[in-house]
């Protein structure tokens, strides 16, 4: 059991890093960490999280009401509450805005394909929570729908949120969300995705006990998001095709996860969206006008 010294001391090396990996700006960001039922320590406001001392941490009690410290509590200290309401097994939560992932909030895309079988089998899918004033009671509530089933989430036009059962792997977590966000970024930039199947997907679902992680919730197994009696999300959807007895993997185009269609030949990737738009590459455009031409002659 570390004392409270040692983990406000935690709490400063966890924001140095979040400041170094340019997962926050200016004084952006915050983290907490459970301290019993009934005690939290968090960081202050308006302080840049790469430049914080321990004597800075504040202590609240599970109503924000300040115990300890000189300074103000966290603006969104109503957000890691709801968390820990909502989550009686998490000890630690950190918020931030990683510049990848908080695109992809703001985007409205959720990280939930089945892309890096690490992700799939450490956090299972990063929904988006619906979009709330920072800092007010609708940032929770916004949240809340989602706790029960995932370890982290992406706030819409805001950032992320990461959840664990301490505070590095709460730390560990919102790293990984970044780094699924970058390399998914790079597969829609490429233009094309090689998914894990369905079945690869409920196979290292199976194997997460035999790694010793915790899931907070199972995965949708028909991509349909159940909810539970108090209207929080109850699985985890993970965009995963299904895929010929034995394939573990399916190529496949990220834009078809928004219902497009691919047509054409084997180099040619064309799409029709929901708005009748095609997208495609010079290198694709080329080759089909080069194939119209062809069959002008």
């Not at 430049?51 to 969104?76: A, I, W």
């Not at 992406?154 to 919102?174: C, E």
């Not at 780094?179 to 997460?208: C, D």
């Not at 496949?252 to 030949?265: I, N, T």
Request: hydrophobic share 40%; charged share 25%; with cysteine.
């Amino acid at each position: 059991m570390r004392t409270e010294e040692q983990i406000k001391a935690d709490i400063v090396e966890v924001g140095r890093r979040l400041w170094e990996r340019g997962y926050v700006a200016s004084n952006d960001g915050n983290i907490s960490v459970r301290l019993d039922d009934s005690r939290l320590i968090t960081t202050p406001k308006s302080v840049s999280k790469g430049f914080m001392t321990p004597d800075m941490m504040v202590v609240t009690d599970s109503n924000s009401k300040k115990l300890s410290g000189d300074r103000d509590p966290s603006s969104e200290l109503k957000m890691h509450l709801q968390v820990y309401r909502d989550r009686p097994d998490a000890r630690a939560v950190v918020h931030a805005h990683p510049p990848t992932a908080t695109g992809f909030a703001v985007a409205g895309i959720p990280l939930d394909r089945a892309v890096l079988a690490e992700v799939v089998t450490t956090l299972g899918s990063i929904p988006i929570a619906e979009y709330a004033t920072p800092s007010t009671d609708e940032l929770p509530i916004a949240c809340s729908k989602y706790l029960k089933a995932h370890d982290g989430l992406l706030l819409a036009n805001h950032g992320a949120l990461a959840i664990g059962p301490d505070l590095f792997t709460a730390y560990h977590r919102m790293e990984t969300i970044e780094h699924f966000a970058k390399i998914s970024l790079v597969t829609r930039q490429l233009g094309r995705e090689n998914l894990l199947s369905r079945q690869e997907v409920v196979r290292l679902q199976g194997l997460r006990g035999m790694y010793g992680i915790a899931s907070p919730a199972p995965v949708c197994t028909d991509d349909t998001i159940v909810m539970d009696a108090d209207g929080q999300v109850a699985c985890q959807v993970v965009q995963a095709p299904d895929a010929p007895a034995g394939a573990r993997l399916v190529a496949d185009l990220h834009q078809r996860s928004r219902g497009g269609a691919v047509m054409g030949g084997a180099d040619a990737r064309v799409l029709h969206d929901g708005d009748g738009e095609i997208r495609l590459t010079y290198r694709e455009l080329t080759a089909l006008i080069e194939d119209a031409v062809r069959n002008l002659k």
